[in-house]
């Protein structure tokens, strides 16, 4: 059974900082690609960031230049590292793996980021 665990959410205050992390289990995560997505309220999901086996990266434009993903593969995990966060950055953050084999995309439970003054 795969299970994806993000963890780091919580309130900032604008142009503050947090980091995200989302630990794997039930695979060896190290050859597949992970991201980051997120929902705010009356809104579509979203991609944030993603990362490649490879990791190479991509982000959306609304966080190029804030926000950084790695990855901890020894240790099954991602991070979302968030700098010079704005409000419109409020919202639930999901991380995910996407395993090729099965043609699936695997989701976590989501941790909450609130950013208000």
């Not at 919580?10 to 997505?37: E, K, N």
């Not at 999901?94 to 609130?114: L, P, S």
Request: glycine content about 10%.
């Amino acid at each position: 059974q795969v299970q994806l665990v993000e963890s780091g959410g919580g309130l900032v205050q604008p142009g503050g900082s947090l980091r995200l992390s989302c630990a794997a289990s039930g695979l060896s995560f190290s050859i597949y690609h992970r991201g980051w997505y997120r929902q705010a309220p009356g809104k579509q999901r979203e991609l944030v960031a993603t990362i490649t086996s490879a990791r190479n990266t991509h982000y959306a434009d609304s966080v190029k230049g804030r926000f950084t993903i790695s990855r901890d593969n020894a240790k099954n995990t991602v991070y979302l590292q968030m700098n010079s966060l704005k409000p419109e950055d409020t919202a639930v953050y999901y991380c995910n793996v996407a395993v090729r084999e099965n043609d699936t995309v695997y989701w976590g439970q989501g941790t909450q980021v609130t950013v208000s003054s």
